[in-house]
């Protein structure tokens, strides 16, 4: 068995060996909960869930840490304005603190709802405010950070002082916007960002702290650095976020921490960003979607399958007929595997090509390729008459590590999606019998499942792939 990524930093897929034996250790960037989260977010959540769950499977002790930036400019312009209190319909001005809180909590219901498994760890900037002082000296003892010029009470990072700054994203400083964080008479460079922002008038006193460079608050890139090594070690495997991340802040933590010594990410992972037919989405041209349109659209099944089924470096474009693709395809696995249940089990294993599949860079298209063969292949031996026991048992062990199965119903009617499910067994056994009539040229009998299924009010789609069903 040999697990191979994708490394930004080198833009090379390499054989990945575990810095402690028998382990993984991943940190990625979480949310600055300024705001509700887009469907951008949660693919990422998804995608290192993903990632987590496979090399749990096979056989790693994971440990994984995502952050929660509690304190940051947004959050405090955002609470400056006022909010609608769900309990008493008030229009109150919030507390910078209570605004962070209100929306890691939305977060938190998003990745719940998909089945995203909470991190090992989920540290919050503002519980981190020592070791974030420890970082800050430390680089200044070394020559790399110093003292605003003017009188601000910033501290900034000296990207001149080590000449393998922009290697991450293979840029050289010349190249570089200016960090846009602080006056740049303050700064070496205009290119050098804050380590630490200086108080400011009229920025409330409870988001300042006081520290050995004057009371203010910590920057944003310095916050990753401290909590990944006070969390995961001086180095670990494995950096994620999002592609949006890598610059400037992805390059900016990983100056931080080698500058300060420490090896920090054996490997980037980034995640491709979501589009909306084509285009980026964003808040100016109004083509965003929230998990809770997409929530309130389909079912958590089919939005976590929709979300996770493109490779996790491609762009993933979302299409108003995006949701209902997807809801159709995993459904048809709910079908078999509700038909199959005494075959389920904790000690079930994954299909060789499968686990190829994922080894290699994650490579879920391939992955699901297998699983939905699988699918056919068990639906046709039930019709056969067979007992799909194999075909059973390596559908419910993919659709286990994929995250898929807890967001499945196997039986009851107590919800739509189980008479959904129901629904979908006994049109694709009529389906399949279908096909066996037709392959052996009983043309009467084909006409009369497909009259049988016409009288019902379902619409029978013919496809390369298999066949789909549709009321009306
Ligand atoms: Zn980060």
């Known amino acids: 068995m040999t697990i191979r990524f994708y490394d930004s930093a080198t833009s090379t897929i390499r054989d990945f060996q575990p810095v402690h034996p028998g382990e993984a250790r991943i940190y990625y960037c979480g949310a600055t909960v300024q705001g ?3 469907i951008g977010h949660i693919r990422s959540g998804l995608v290192f869930d993903q990632l987590a769950r496979w090399l749990s499977y096979r056989g790693l002790k994971v440990t994984t840490v995502r952050n929660v930036t509690d304190i940051d400019d ?7 304005s006022s909010y609608e209190d769900s309990y008493t319909g008030d229009h109150p001005r919030e507390e910078w603190w209570a605004l962070a809180y209100r929306f890691e909590k939305i977060f938190g219901q998003a990745y719940a709802a998909l089945n995203i498994a909470p991190p090992t760890y989920e540290p919050r900037a ?9 970082l800050i000296q430390r680089l200044i003892d070394r020559g790399y950070a110093y003292p605003a010029l ?3 009470g910033d501290v900034y990072f000296d990207v001149r002082s080590w000449p393998q700054y922009g290697s991450l994203t293979h840029q050289s400083i010349d190249d570089m916007q200016d960090a846009p964080d602080a006056d740049p008479r303050g700064k070496r460079d205009p290119r050098d960002f804050a380590l630490w922002k200086g108080y400011k008038q009229g920025e409330p006193e409870t988001a300042s702290w006081v520290s050995p460079w004057g009371k203010g608050r910590p920057g944003w890139h310095l916050e990753c650095s401290a909590m990944a090594g006070k969390y995961l070690g001086e180095t670990f ?3 994620g976020g999002g592609l949006d991340l890598r610059f400037p802040h992805h390059e900016n933590e990983m100056a931080q921490s080698q500058v300060a010594g420490y090896g920090f990410a054996n490997f980037w992972m980034h995640n491709g960003l979501v589009t909306y037919e084509g285009e980026k989405m964003s808040k100016s041209i109004g083509n965003t979607v929230s998990p809770e349109d997409m929530l309130a659209a389909a079912r958590p099944l089919a939005v976590r399958y929709y979300l996770g089924q493109a490779h996790y470096r ?8 995006s949701l209902d693709e997807a809801r ?5 696995i709910e079908a078999f595997l509700a038909k199959t249940q005494s075959y389920h089990s904790a000690s079930s294993v994954v299909p060789a090509a499968f686990a190829e599949a994922m080894d290699d860079d994650l490579g879920i298209p391939q992955a699901l390729a297998v699983l939905h063969e699988k699918v056919k292949a068990g639906n046709a031996a039930l019709v056969a008459g067979s007992s799909a026991e194999t075909e059973a048992s390596e559908v419910y062990a993919m659709a286990k590590v994929l995250g898929l199965v807890e967001l499945m119903n196997f039986g009851g009617s107590a919800d739509t999606g189980g008479e959904h499910a129901a629904l979908d067994s006994l049109i694709q056994t009529m389906l399949a019998q279908r096909t066996e009539a037709r392959a052996a040229k009983d043309w009467a009998k084909a006409d009369e499942i497909r009259d049988a ?5 379902l619409t029978i789609k013919d496809g390369t792939s298999g066949s789909t069903w549709s009321l009306g």
Not at 74 to 80: D, G, M, Q
Not at 128 to 134: L, S, V, Y
Not at 453 to 457: P, S
Request: glycine share 4%; no cysteine; aromatic share 4%.
């Open 36 to 38: 509700a989260p887009h």
């Open 74 to 80: 947004k959050i405090l312009v955002n609470s400056a």
């Open 126 to 134: 503002t519980g981190h405010i020592p070791e974030m002082f420890a």
């Open 150 to 152: 003017d009188d601000s």
């Open 237 to 239: 495997d494995i950096h």
């Open 314 to 321: 491609s762009v993933l474009d979302y299409r108003p007929t």
């Open 328 to 332: 159709v395809a995993v459904e048809r």
């Open 453 to 457: 299924l016409a009288a019902a009010g």
